[in-house]
């Protein structure tokens, strides 16, 4: 039986008769763009996630964007974040008048740490974005220790869990993407901006209003950027599921871990961290020829970020300062293979029989 990479459906699929009703409830409402249940849902997010404030967005781009914006970022300024990561997050920084600066990753956790992001530091940093990445957790309380605020990156880390609380809740401020593939997927695009700081939430809230309280008096140049009610309807029947999908996302994780320790290297989680896996990403120095041998067996396999943000043409102005090694090593080995909150644990031997006849010797 083919295994698919990635399934949201499956486990969306209990939910369809109570997602059916969100929906005709905001059809009902004829209200469609902040209204209640923008508000419940922001209350919800912040409420699970143990922040003080939660703001909706239209996606997790314009959410880094905008969170770095009401941090005071803009012309002038630097702003450190990594390589090895979807585009997005170095993608959001220069629209703030800001430039990247490329730091490298942890080669275990592929997450940046605080001597990578110390080795870029100058006084023009202004900001840090730490990607959680795969949904492993960034340490970000060492890193905002170094002096500099961070904007945590947590679209691929919804329902990751850590021994400093939950991604989303660990620093300044942080940023989710609803991106339909994502841990917790809307059913079009959606983000979220959480914060500890009422002042930093309030920008927040203007900023995504076109820089304004009322569309009659302006205090910035702002955005329309706005969760709208029915993707927020759609994620309040979700959102209290997420523990479960985390938890199952990790287990899987532990089940992949078990039966291919010593075949490929595997990913390692976070010290104090339990990751629900967004991506379950291996590593093998012939990645191309593994690859090409499960999906010959019918097995989703993909290699995402083969070419690092930095080496991508449109970053070509702001290249990185120190080498990247862990970087470029995770480009050239990675591959991402199935991972859902409804794997099952048959999918998962199978999976782990064709990674095996791939790379062990025949015998
Ligand atoms: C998906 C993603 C984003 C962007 O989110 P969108 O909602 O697609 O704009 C940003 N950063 C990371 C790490 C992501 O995985």
Known sequence: ??????????????????????????????????????????????????????????????????????????????????????????????????????????????????????????????????????????????????????????????????????????????????YPSKNLGAMGDGGAITCKDADVAERVRTLRFHGSADKVDYVDIGYNSRLDELQAAILRVQLPHLDKWGAARAAAGDAYAAALEGVVRLPRAAAGSRPAWHLYVIHHDEVDRLAGALAAAGIGARSYYRTPVHAQPPMAPWAPRVPLPATEQAARTHLAIPMSAALAPAQIAEVCEAVKSAVLPAR
């Not at 698919?4 to 763009?33: C, E, M, N, W, Y």
């Not at 419940?40 to 003080?52: M, R, S």
């Not at 909706?56 to 959410?63: K, Y």
């Not at 592929?110 to 957790?137: D, M, Q, R, Y």
């Open 1 to 178: 039986m083919p295994v698919p990479l990635f399934d949201p459906t499956s486990s969306q699929a209990p939910l369809r008769a109570d997602i059916r009703a969100a929906v005709h409830r905001v059809l009902d409402s004829g209200h469609f763009i902040l209204g209640p249940e923008v508000d419940a849902f922001e209350t919800e997010l912040a409420a699970y996630l143990g922040a003080n404030h939660a703001v909706g967005v239209a996606n997790g781009t314009d959410a880094l964007t905008i969170a770095l914006r009401a941090l005071g970022v803009g012309p002038g300024d630097e702003v450190v974040v990594p390589s090895f990561t979807f585009w997005a997050s170095a993608e959001a920084i220069p629209p703030t008048g800001a430039v990247p600066v490329f730091c490298d990753v942890d080669p275990d956790t592929l997450c940046v740490s605080a001597e990578t992001v110390k080795a870029v530091l100058t006084p023009k940093t202004k900001a840090v974005i730490a990607v959680h990445l795969f949904g492993n957790v960034a340490p970000v309380a060492e890193i905002e220790a170094l002096g500099v605020p961070v904007v945590e990156d947590a679209a691929q880390a919804a329902g990751s869990t850590s021994a400093g609380g939950r991604p989303g809740a660990l620093g300044t401020i942080a940023t989710f993407s609803f």
